[in-house]
């Protein structure tokens, strides 16, 4: 089995920073992707950002420009650096890690970090 185990959420001004982590450990054979997700009581999980194992990177319109993902593929770690946040980045933040551990390609998860963005 593959653990996340997330770290760096936390209260916030608006326009201010924080920077989540994302440490993956357990069965890890190989890593295709990792990235965050977020989600709102009431919503749907929405796709924050992706880094693949080749460096690509992808983000939700709503927050480029401002959210940067990046990756220690030693430590088998991603960062999401979050700049100029606003009220609606206020959310659960969640790591996923898609990669083979050594049985089935499949999902994992971590447990979430609470991030909340004061106006």
């Known amino acids: 089995q593959v653990q996340l185990v997330e770290s760096g959420g936390g209260l916030v001004q608006a326009g201010g920073s924080l920077r989540l982590s994302c440490a993956a450990s357990?069965?890890?054979?190989?890593?295709?992707?990792m990235g965050w997700y977020r989600q709102v009581p009431g919503k749907q999980r929405e796709l924050v950002a992706t880094?693949?194992?080749?460096?690509?990177?992808n983000y939700a319109d709503s927050v480029k420009g401002r959210f940067t993902i990046s990756r220690d593929n030693a430590k088998n770690t991603v960062y999401l650096q979050m700049n100029s946040l606003k009220p609606e980045d206020t959310a659960v933040y969640y790591c996923?890690?898609?990669?083979?551990?050594?049985?089935?390609?499949?999902?994992?998860w971590g447990q979430g970090t609470q991030v909340t963005v004061s106006s």
């Open positions: 996923y890690l898609d990669g083979w551990d050594g049985t089935y390609y499949r999902r994992s």
């Open positions: 357990g069965s890890i054979f190989s890593i295709s992707a």
């Open positions: 880094i693949t194992n080749g460096g690509s990177t």
